[in-house]
């Protein structure tokens, strides 16, 4: 099984060598064309949210990230979702938290 993200990148590479059109690729590829179309926002703000919950765990050692998380978002009024923790950099530096 192929990744959608390695899928949408083959139809890009077949679309620029100038093979077929954008529609013909993501037919062969299966990808939808707004997936082929996608592109990630980034934004300097998850730098700084990420910055500051790497700075607050090191802080307050005996908080874990969950309790950091909403210090964050409830305390502090940053507009965060639980994706930033799967943000490479930080799950290397946070413990993840215990779901169970």
Partial sequence: MVKPSLRREMAHKAVAAARCSIRQACEVFSVSESCYRYRAKLSSENAEIAD????????????????????????????????????PPLANKIDPPFIV
């Fill in 52 to 87: 500051l919950l790497v700075r607050l765990t090191h802080n307050q050692r005996n908080w874990g990230f969950g309790l950091c998380f909403l210090y964050l978002r409830n305390v502090k009024g940053y507009p965060l979702s639980m994706a930033i923790y799967f943000d």
